[in-house]
Each structure stands twice: as structure tokens, then as C-alpha cells.
């Protein structure tokens, strides 16, 4: 009986040592794989930084607007891909004519796509972000694929479940937002380190606000045309060039008739209505080369850089004055185009437009000590001619 208790303690004792050792080995188990994580976790934060060190040095090298909302898209598309599933995104702007995020670019998606183009500060999804300016997460339950996706698109989404609503705020308010929607481990991995959200978010941020800016100091914000100043800098650098060429330049007036009167009976919404129409119509009837500011009130300016009055070909009696591609040919085709142009007042009544428009040219060697003051003078002469003459004409020297 004692040599049974004797081995019965002795086996105790061992199993307690068993079972002490194999603890041990869990807990140095567990220990590394702690340390392990917390090694992981820290290249993984380090690969996290050098991607933001990265984004922020090829953000800040963009040198125009769409290429750095192309550049930014893409972070954002790169950064919520998982390796099985890639994700699709959408940059919405803040236009603020319309008070609308407007769908500008995407990653992996375009617009044909989308049941709607633009979304309303007031809409459901949107209106998170008066509430708050930081990064919503929505899970499957929300249908957020039905409110943004056509119908027919949905089966192209097939593995993606969930989407970010990711703010670019600037002077805390969003000018910008961007919807991207991603896989089940790629939403689980950002919910946890959605830092790094945040971080890219704020580097967009800064770099479309400064963009926006830029932008903004160039254009005349009613018409969304270059203003008086941009222009006055870009004529300086077109007639040196053309002087340094011996090209030819012509410079338009333009001054829409009756202006004041349009103001005084229908209101200054209705004018404002008018200038964005006009801007508009003198934009699509020039070339990229070609340059329009909004000069003053009611008057507009043009620059057709290597343009003399005629065209080659009208001028040898090959092609018609239209088809020849001269200034006067251009500065007809606005004007027609504006004597057509449908305006109404919301009550349905039509108000009749037309435009009168003064030509400047310089040309060689005749107008070779001539300065772009002078050029600007001369075709301010012609539109007061025109308006002499009995307004909706081109005066021309």
C-alpha cells in the first residue's frame, strides 16, 4: 500500500510537471507568436507609412488638376484592393452652381455605370456629412450597391459587399467625396487601421484644396471662364510670341446688347443665367489653343493666337469664309450662334440675345511697333462701331 502510494504521488508528480512544462510551452508559444505579431505589425505600419511618404510626394507633383484627381483615385483604389478582389471607387466634386457632388472620375468603374451622375447635399447617403466630417463605414445591410449602381451593373459586384464614404475636406467643408467599395477583408483591415484612411484623405485633401484654389484664382467664378487678370498675363505672352514669329493675333470684344435692360426687367438671376449661356456658347465655337475671359460686366474677351482676319484659303478663293478658319469667320459663328440661343424667364416668356463684337488684329510687318493695349483699343473701337451700326454685328477695321 505504501509502494502504490509512493508511485501513485510519483505519477501526480509527473503529470503536475507535464503539465507545468507543456503551460510553459504554450505560454512561450504564445509569446512568440505575440512578438511575431507585434514584428508583423510593425513592418506592416512601416509599409503603411512608406505608402503615405509616397502618395504625398506623387500628389504634390501634379501639375494639373484631373492628372491629380486621376493620381488620387487611384491611391484610394490601390489602397482598398484585397489580392483576390479589386475594389471600385468614385470621386465626386462639390459644384457649387448646382449644389451637387458630381461623379468625376473613377477606378475600375466609369459613368455608365451609375444610376445617377450627381447627388444632392440633402440626399440620405450624403447627409452623414453634416453630421460629421470623418470616414463612414457601411456594411451590406445598407444596399449602398442599389443606390449608386444601375441595375443590369450589379452582377459586375458580385464579391463586394461593403463601401467607405471618404470626405475631402477642406476648411471643414467637403468639396470632394469618394465612394469606394471593396471586399469583406479589405473593409475588416481598414475599419481596424483607419488611420490610414484618414492619413490619405488629409493628403488629398490639401492637394485638391490647393488645386481648387488655384483654379478659383484664374477663373471668373460666375461663368467658370478665365477672369481679367489670367487674361491680361496670358495676351502679354501671345503677342510676344507672335511678335518674336511675326505671326499674326486677333483679339475679339464681345459685349452682349441690351444687357442692362435684361437685368432691370427680369432680375439679375435671369443676366447671371445669360453670362454662364454665353461663356458657354463662346467656348464651344473657338479652339483649345484659343483663349475667353469674361473682361468686365457684360463683356467678353477672345484670343486667336497665329489668326489673321481672313483665312488662307478664303482669301485665295479656295473654301468658303467659314470653312477657312479666320477670325471673322469665328467671330460670325458666335455671334450666330448667341442670336439663336433659347432663353426663358420662369414664367416661359423668351428673351431675345444677341451679342456685338469689335476685331483687333496685329499683324507684320505694318503692325509690328504695335502694343497689346493698342490691340485691345482697336477692337474696343470696332465694337462701338458695331453697336453704331445697329448692335448684333462685328465691326472690323
Keep these: 500500500m505504501t509502494l502504490t502510494l509512493s508511485l501513485g504521488a510519483v505519477y501526480t508528480a509527473i503529470a503536475i510537471v507535464g503539465i507545468f512544462l507543456f503551460g510553459q510551452e504554450i505560454r512561450i508559444i504564445i509569446f512568440k507568436k505575440r512578438l511575431g505579431d507585434a514584428v508583423f505589425g510593425t513592418e506592416k505600419r512601416n509599409i503603411q507609412l512608406s505608402y503615405l511618404i509616397k502618395s504625398a510626394q506623387t ?4 501639375l494639373s488638376k484631373e492628372k491629380l484627381l486621376r493620381l ?3 491611391n484610394f483604389g490601390e489602397i482598398t484592393k484585397s489580392d483576390k478582389t479589386p475594389s471600385l471607387c468614385a470621386l465626386y466634386l462639390m459644384d457649387y452652381n448646382i449644389s451637387k457632388f458630381v461623379y468625376t472620375t473613377g477606378f475600375n468603374m466609369d459613368v455608365t455605370m451609375l444610376g445617377k451622375a450627381s447627388f444632392g447635399t440633402n440626399d440620405p447617403l450624403f447627409k452623414v456629412l453634416k453630421k460629421s466630417r470623418k470616414i463612414k463605414f457601411f456594411d451590406e445591410k445598407e444596399k449602398i450597391k442599389n443606390t449608386f449602381f444601375k441595375e443590369n451593373k ?13 470626405p475631402l475636406i477642406v476648411e471643414n467643408e467637403p468639396i470632394g467625396v469618394i465612394i469606394s467599395f471593396l471586399s469583406g477583408s479589405s473593409f475588416q483591415f481598414l475599419r481596424r487601421d483607419v488611420y490610414l484612411l484618414e492619413a490619405l484623405a488629409g493628403q488629398a485633401s490639401i492637394a485638391l484644396g490647393s488645386a481648387v484654389q488655384s483654379e478659383l484664382a484664374v477663373l471668373d467664378r460666375l461663368t467658370k471662364i478665365y477672369n481679367h487678370a489670367y487674361f491680361e498675363g496670358r495676351f502679354e505672352q501671345v503677342v510676344a510670341r507672335c511678335d518674336r514669329y511675326k505671326y499674326p493675333v486677333t ?4 459685349d452682349i446688347d441690351h444687357f442692362k435692360e435684361v437685368n432691370d426687367t427680369y432680375g439679375h438671376m435671369q443676366g447671371d443665367l445669360m453670362l454662364k449661356e454665353i461663356a458657354r456658347v ?3 465655337n473657338i479652339r483649345i489653343v484659343d483663349l475667353c475671359a469674361r473682361y468686365g460686366g457684360e463683356e467678353f474677351a477672345v484670343i486667336f493666337p497665329e489668326t489673321d482676319l481672313i483665312g488662307d484659303s478664303a482669301r485665295d478663293g479656295d473654301a468658303s469664309l467659314e470653312r477657312a478658319g479666320g477670325a471673322l469667320a469665328k467671330a460670325e459663328s458666335i455671334r450666330r450662334t448667341i442670336e439663336k440661343m433659347s432663353m426663358f424667364t420662369s414664367d416661359g416668356s423668351r428673351i431675345k440675345v444677341t451679342a456685338s463684337i469689335g476685331i483687333g488684329i496685329k499683324r507684320f510687318p505694318d503692325g509690328s511697333n504695335m502694343h497689346k493695349d493698342e490691340l ?3 477692337a474696343d473701337k470696332q465694337l462701338y462701331r458695331a453697336k453704331q451700326a445697329g448692335r448684333n454685328k462685328e465691326g472690323q477695321s
Excluded: C, G, N
Design 72 to 74: 488620387i483615385i487611384e
Design 59 to 62: 500628389l504634390s507633383s501634379a
Design 251 to 254: 483679339v475679339l470684344m464681345i
Design 376 to 378: 485691345i483699343r482697336e
Design 154 to 166: 450589379l452582377h459586375m459586384l458580385q464579391d463586394i459587399d461593403f463601401a467607405l464614404l471618404i
Design 282 to 284: 463662346i467656348k464651344s
